[in-house]
C-alpha cells in the first residue's frame, strides 16, 4: 500500500515534470509584440524618455528654477545649447536651464496622461462592465449619461474648472479624470455585452456567484487586453490636452512647467534666433507622442483579436 | 426617420440644459465675487450692485433666470469686466471672425483630405500612395498649436510671404495661415479614413461588375466607389468639428485673430466668468447642433441603419 502511494506520488512527478508548457494570451501577445518592430522601438524609446524623465536632473548643472545671471539679456548668442556652460539644451530668455526645465516639463505631461489613463482603467472599465453586465434600464441610464458627458465641450469646461478652483496639478488631473474614462466606458460596455454571454459567466450565475464577483473575477480579467490598449492609446490624447491648455498659459503654474507650456514660451520667444528653446521640447513633445502610439498600436496588433 | 431625428432632439435638448446649469453652478461655486476686489464699495453701493446683476436673488431664483434669458432670449448677461459690454455683444463681434476660418478650415480639411485619400487609394501602392500616406502621418501628428509657431516661423519670419497674425477685415492673406494651422491634422485624418475605406469599398463585388460591364473608371469611382466610401469620413466630421471648435481657441489666441476664442483666453486670464460661461455654452450647442446633423445624415445617406 505504501509502495503504491509512492509510485503515484513518482508519477504525479513525472506528468508535472513533463506537462507541456501551455500557451496563454498573454504570453502568445507578448510574442507577436515583440516581433512588431515599430512597437519594440516605441516601448525603448519609452522607457528612455521615462528614464530621462525620472533621473534627469541629477545630470543637471543648473536647477529649474536657478538664474544664470552671466547670460541674462543676451541669451541668443551666450544661452545657446553648450557643453562648456552646462546649459546642454541652452537657456530659456529668463537665464534659467532648459534642460532642467525640459526634465521637469516632461515628467508632468507624462504624469499627466499616466494619472488620466489609470482614471480611465478604473473608472471606465467598472462603469462599462457594471452597465454592460446588468443591461436594461441600468444600461440605458449609465450610457446615456455618458453620451451626454461626452457632447459636452469639455476643454472649455476644463479651463473653465481651473479658472474658477485655481490652476494647479491637482485640479488638472480632477479635471482630466473627469473626462478621460468616458471613451473606456463605451469600449468595455461593448465588450462585456458579448463577454457575459459566454459559458463560464453562465457557470458562475449557475452556481451562485453574486454579480459582483462575477463582474470582478470573471468579466474585468477578460476586458483587460482591450483595456491595456485603450489606456495606451489614451495616454498621447491626454498629453496633447494637457499641453493644449499649458500652451494657452493656463495650465500648470510657474515654476512648475510643462511640455506644452515650454512649446508655448518656445513659440513667443523665436523671433529673437533661440530656435533652441522651441526645437528641445517640441522634439521631445512629438517623440513621447510617437512612441505611445507605435506602442499602442502594437499592443493593438497583439491583443485585440478583431484586427488579426 | 422622422421618429428617429424626433428621438435625437430628445436627447440634444436635456444636454444642452444641463451644459447651461452645470456652467452656472461651476460659476456660482467660484469663491470670492465680482466685486471684491481691491476697492470693496461701501455696503449701499454693492447693494446696489448686486441688485443690478441679480445676485440678492436666492441660488435657485439665480439659475431659473440665468436659464431661462439663454434659452429664451439667448441672452448671456453682462460681462464682468468690461461694464459697458454684454457677452452678446462679446461674442456678436468675435463669432464672426471664428465663423468665417472655422468654414474654411471645415472645408479645406474636408476637400484635400478626401482628394488626398481618394488619389491613394486608386493608386495603391505607387509612390503617389506612398507618399500620400506618408504625407498624413506626419501632419496628423502635428496638433495645432504646434502648426502655428511653425508656420509663422517658416511662411512669416523666413519667406515674409503671409503675415503672422491679425485679422484686417478678413483679407485673404491674413486668412491662410490660421485655416492651414486649423486644418492640418484633420485632413490628415480624414484622408487616411478615406484611403482605408476607399480600399474596401474598391475590392468589394459591386465594384467588379461596374467594371467588368465597362464602365470607364472615372464613372466607377464617381459613382459606385465614393458614396459607401464616404460614410466613415461621414462618421469622423463630429469630432472633427470639435477638435476644430476647440483649436480655434490656440489659433485665435496665438494668431489675434479676434475671434471668440480669443476673448476666452482673455476672459480666462481676467476671470470674466460670464464671458467664459457664453462662449461654453455657444460651443456646446453648436457641438451638439452638428452631431444632430451628422447623424441625420447619416441615417439618409446609409440605407442599411434603421432606427
Known sequence: MFSNKTTAEDLAGVITAAEVKGRSLWSDAAARFVRNKAAVLGAVVLLAITVFSLFGQYFAVWSNEEIDWSIMGKI?????PSFANGHYFGADELGRDLYARTVQGTRISILVGMVGSLVAVVVGTLYGAIAGYFGGRVDNIMMRTVDVLMSIPFMFVLILMLVIFGRSIVMLFIGIGLISWLDMARITRGQTLTI??????????????SPTMIILRHIVPNLLGIVVVYATLLIPGLIMTESFISFLGLGVQEPMTSLGALIRSGAGQMQFGVIWQLAFPLTFFLVTLFAFTFVGDGLRDALDPKDR | MFAYIVRRFAVAIPTILILIVLSFVLMYSAPGNPFNGEKIPPPEVLANLQAKYGLDQPYWKQITNYVWNVVAHFDFGPSFKYKDRSVNDIIAQGFPVTLTYGFWSFVVAVVVGVSLGVLAAIRHNTWIDYLAVGFSIGAQSLPNFVMAPV???VFTLWLGWLPGGGWNGGQWQYIVLPVVALATSYFASIARITRSSMLEVMNAGFIRTAKAKGLPMRRVIWRHALKPAMLP???YLGPAFVGMVTGSVVVDAYFSTGGIGQFFVNSAFNRDYSVMMGIT??????TIVFNLVVDVL????DPKIRY
Do not use: D, H, P, R
Open chain 2, 298 to 301: 447619416y441615417a439618409w445617406i
Open chain 2, 233 to 235: 469620413v461621414l462618421s
Open chain 2, 151 to 153: 508656420l509663422v516661423v
Open chain 1, 76 to 80: 541668443s548668442q551666450a544661452g545657446a
Open chain 1, 196 to 209: 457575459k454571454n459566454k459559458e463560464f459567466v453562465e457557470a458562475a450565475i449557475a452556481v451562485g456567484v
Open chain 2, 281 to 286: 455654452i455657444l460651443v456646446g450647442v453648436l
